[in-house]
């Protein structure tokens, strides 16, 4: 069975390196981008290397610069083509109100985690992933 493919949406080249060395840890295949509208090129690009390379879930930095992660999001479920994986689209962000978590959803992210704790957060993705490629 190949590594999950994971595409990190992060703006902060700190947290980037902290949660690429994490995730690959964990056995993970991780790209990164640093704005949501690297992080479309990127799914576009990984698309047209056939379905073993296509993005399974992306972590979406909610702040970003160039295209914050909300408007990456609502990009991503607008350009979703039929042929094309749909990836789990997971929210990163230090907001945890409820009025924030709608936003997210109504923008087409499927999860929501707090970036209080990182290596909270890592184990709680890989939980989340799981039970998702379990539950297809």
Do not use: W
Request: charge should be neutral.
């Amino acid at each position: 069975m190949r590594p999950l493919q994971v595409l990190l949406a992060e703006d902060n080249v700190i947290n980037q390196k902290m949660m690429v060395m994490t995730l690959r840890k964990l056995g993970y295949d991780v790209l990164v981008a640093a704005n949501g509208r690297d992080c479309i090129q990127l799914l576009d690009r990984q698309a047209t290397l056939g379905a073993n390379a296509e993005i399974e879930v992306i972590l979406m930095d909610v702040s970003m610069d160039v295209m914050d992660g909300i408007e990456c999001t609502t990009v991503i479920r607008q350009q979703q083509m039929p042929h094309r994986k749909r990836p789990y689209i997971i929210a990163q962000t230090a907001n945890t109100s409820d009025d924030f978590r709608s936003r997210c959803a109504e923008a087409g992210m499927d999860d929501f985690l707090s970036k209080v704790s990182r290596c909270c957060f890592c184990y709680s993705v890989s939980a989340l992933a799981i039970s998702r490629l379990l539950s297809c």
